[in-house]
């Protein structure tokens, strides 16, 4: 079974970068397209980015567009998401998940899930 680990949250101000990993185990990671959802505390999951197979390819949400970049490594098995000009309302729970089939980015579409990584972003 598929495991994903995220890491690199922590609580940073207004305007700061953070870099959030995955880390793919039990798997073939190439063979999968990668996301990166967020959920914010009372709000429901959403979608930030998603990154193809070879990593050629990468759709972002139109709130993070110019601010958030992913990329992935698939000799590392490892998907990043670096997050520059922070704000507050980027405060959430990163969720890196992996879809073996389809092309959308709708979370119900997602094989596997991390348990998350949570960013605080203070004003």
């Known amino acids: 079974q598929v495991q994903l680990v995220e890491s690199g949250g922590g609580s940073v101000q207004a305007g700061d970068s953070l870099r959030l990993s995955c880390t793919f185990t039990?798997?073939?990671?190439?063979?999968?397209?990668m996301g990166w959802f967020r959920q914010a505390p009372g709000k429901e999951r959403e979608f930030v980015v998603g990154?193809?197979?070879?990593?050629?390819?990468?759709d972002y949400v139109d709130s993070v567009k110019g601010r958030f970049t992913s990329s992935r490594d698939n000799a590392k098995n490892t998907v990043y998401l670096q997050m520059n000009s922070l704000k507050p309302e980027d405060t959430a729970v990163y969720y890196c998940?992996?879809?073996?089939?389809?092309?959308?980015?709708?979370?119900?579409?997602?094989?596997?899930w991390g348990k998350g990584t949570l960013v605080t972003v203070s004003s």
């Open positions: 039990r798997g073939t990671f190439s063979s999968y397209r």
């Open positions: 998940a992996a879809a073996l089939f389809g092309s959308t980015w709708i979370a119900s579409g997602m094989n596997y």
């Open positions: 990154i193809s197979r070879t990593g050629g390819s990468t």
